[in-house]
């Protein structure tokens, strides 16, 4: 459990990390907005990991259960970052209308960013609900 623990938090900084860096070249990306939007998901996912390993040790699962929330919360905080990385890379606008002002991408790079986006969606929810099941009264009892 410890190791899971400070697995999350390294991850948490390092993801941290990238957001800041890609806030350092969020002006190169061809949608600048989506460029800002890539720096603050690397950012704030970070700071999620970090909190999740924080609380850890508090989530009672079972130990399938945890792995799938352990590298769900893993896919879904980096792949948050990298899909929203190639959406302003690519200049995407189907998920994103209000960040994407007006731009659009192929139609390979919509799906793709879509798909990604889709996905990450649902890994992020799951979590959030693996973690509170983890953390009801009666597991921690």
């Known amino acids: 459990m410890e190791t899971l623990k400070r697995r999350l938090i390294w991850h948490g900084m390092f993801?941290?990390?990238?957001g800041l860096l890609t806030g350092l070249i969020e002006t190169q990306f061809v949608n600048?907005?989506?460029?800002l939007a890539a720096h603050l998901e690397g950012v704030m996912n970070g700071i999620f990991?970090?909190?999740l390993g924080a609380i850890w040790g508090?989530?009672?699962?079972?130990?399938?259960?945890?792995g799938i929330t352990f590298y769900s919360a893993l896919y879904?905080?980096?792949a948050n970052w990298f899909f929203t990385v190639l959406a302003a890379s690519f200049g995407t606008?189907?998920?994103s209308p209000i960040t994407a002002a007006g731009k659009h991408a192929l139609p390979w790079q919509e799906s793709l960013v879509t798909f990604g986006l889709t996905s990450v969606g649902v890994s992020i929810i799951s979590v959030a609900l693996l973690v509170l099941w983890g953390l009801?009264?009666?597991a921690s009892s």
């Open 76 to 78: 879904g905080t980096y």
């Open 32 to 35: 600048v907005r989506m460029g």
């Open 136 to 138: 009801r009264e009666k």
């Open 58 to 66: 508090e989530i009672k699962l079972s130990a399938t259960l945890t």
């Open 15 to 18: 993801l941290f990390l990238l």
């Open 93 to 95: 606008g189907a998920l």
């Open 49 to 51: 990991l970090i909190a």
